[in-house]
């Protein structure tokens, strides 16, 4: 309450204030607990991925957080506590909860644990929560400390999180080129776009056209330069508006038109994506093609438990 007060303005109290601040505590609470829950099997002195070598909407959410970080340190400079109280709690619940987490789920839950994409993933996590728990320190001194005694270390960081110092912004995404970051900010567009595609899933789901989005094929209709950029990315949208699958159109007018069908193939068991190669291993007939890699790998490439 303390921190998002304007201390420029008179302070104000009431149950409906308490509530709303009691709410956004909890969606803090919880994007701590997501990021530790999947960091339980990262060490960060091993599996760490190098900045240039992640994915790119890792990269991209680091970049995000990078800013955050910035913006962050020159506030608390200022004594304009409000500004990062809104500031953290925005990236956490918006950037993070309602979409960087729900497009990684995926790789997270059913990639093999040293998979490239797992762990890259994992890394972007691991940096964001080392830094917001820094940045939160003053703000939620109980919940900073508790999460940082379960978060892995490094050697040489302090037992209390109230020992560290604030993040750098630089902690963030050292190691992007100025070639990287142009190109990252087509994630900004894409990003523009996901609603449109949402919007469309929504609908198609209250008509009972789908269950649930896996069960869907987006054909998205779109013609000149942003044509080019969806196509660029086309192998990367299923997992973006997560879906089975996506398709492009030339389109007939300005904008994205998104369409809805069932996606082809049938129900990966382990997944749950729908996929034309379920089956395609002998050894595990009901899980698609990534997921029998994931999981022979799992069990040591024998294929065996």
Known sequence: WSSSMELSDDSRMSPEILAR???AYRKVRNTFRYMLGNLYDFDPAKDAVATDQMLEIDQWILTRAEALVADCRRWY????????????????TVDLSSLYFDVSKDRLYTA???ALARRSAQSALYRMARALMRLFAPILSFTSEEGWGVLPRLPG????????????????????TEAHRTRLANWNRLTELRPVVMKALEQAR???FIGNA???????SVNGELGHLL???????????????????????PGVQAKVERADGVKCERCWKYATDVGSSPQWPTICGPCASAVKEILGGTGLA
């Open 157 to 176: 960081d302090p037992a209390s999180v109230h020992l560290t110092l604030f993040p750098a912004p630089e902690e963030l995404a050292a190691g992007l």
């Open 206 to 208: 209250q008509e009972k």
């Open 214 to 220: 896996l069960e869907a094929r987006v054909r998205l």
């Open 112 to 114: 093999a644990p040293a």
């Open 21 to 23: 601040l009691s709410e």
């Open 77 to 92: 400079e200022e004594f304009a506590f409000h500004k990062v109280h809104h500031a953290l709690i925005g990236f956490a």
């Open 231 to 253: 196509a660029d990315y086309v192998h990367q949208l299923p997992m973006f508006f997560i879906v089975s699958q996506v398709t492009l159109d030339a389109g007939d007018g």
